[in-house]
């Protein structure tokens, strides 16, 4: 179901991406262009939720949804990471880190799914909290300010940022783990 209405909510995840970063490419105030790429990713991570609920909802769950969903969420993550890196709101390590598992899960998804033991690999809760420290830490950084004159948003989204390397770090040696037993069978 390439075109349902959740798929094209993941859709509009994807083609936000750009939107966000080209906010920083704006002739606006750096206060303008960090409130507005706070509000566009803060819509666009809403997304994410939404869809899943609609897809459920609506009887729509696809094969090709449940590719895409996270594929638009490694994408939005990695580069909002690049904006963040580039403003000086992150290190290079704490990039490095987060776009590496990505790459790494993905990489060991998709040979887990040649060799027929994908469920060996399946979405576990650690993965999914994951997602959320950084959804929730990605628009405290870009923000870059105080939150209603009382909340360092800087400060919240470092500390948010570094528990999710922490959890990036666990979810990837979890889901290693769990591929070790195939891995080991598949090498022989």
């Known amino acids: ?101 990505e790459i790494t899960i993905s990489a060991l998804r998709e040979w887990m799914a040649q060799i027929g033991a994908s469920r060996s690999v399946a979405v576990h809760m650690v993965g999914k909290l994951k997602t959320t420290v950084q959804m929730v830490a990605i628009p405290f950084l870009l923000f870059d300010g105080r939150l209603f004159d009382l909340i360092p948003t800087h400060v919240w989204g470092t500390w948010l940022i570094y528990l999710a390397v922490i959890l990036t770090i666990w979810s990837m040696v979890y889901y290693l783990q769990k591929a070790l037993p195939e891995i080991r069978a598949k090498a022989r």
Do not use: H
Not at 11 to 31: C, E, H, K, M, Q
């Open 1 to 101: 179901m390439f075109f349902t209405l959740p798929t094209l909510f993941t859709w509009a995840r994807i083609v936000a991406i750009p939107l966000i970063v080209g906010v920083f490419y704006l002739d606006i105030s750096a206060v303008n262009q960090n409130l507005l790429a706070t509000g566009l990713f803060v819509l666009v991570a809403l997304t994410d939720w939404l869809d899943g609920y609609l897809a459920r909802k609506l009887n729509q769950a696809s094969a090709f949804g449940a590719f895409l969903d996270p594929v638009a969420d490694k994408i939005l993550v990695c580069a909002a990471l690049l904006v963040l890196l580039e403003l000086g709101r992150v290190n290079a390590l704490v990039a490095l880190v987060i776009i590496g598992r």
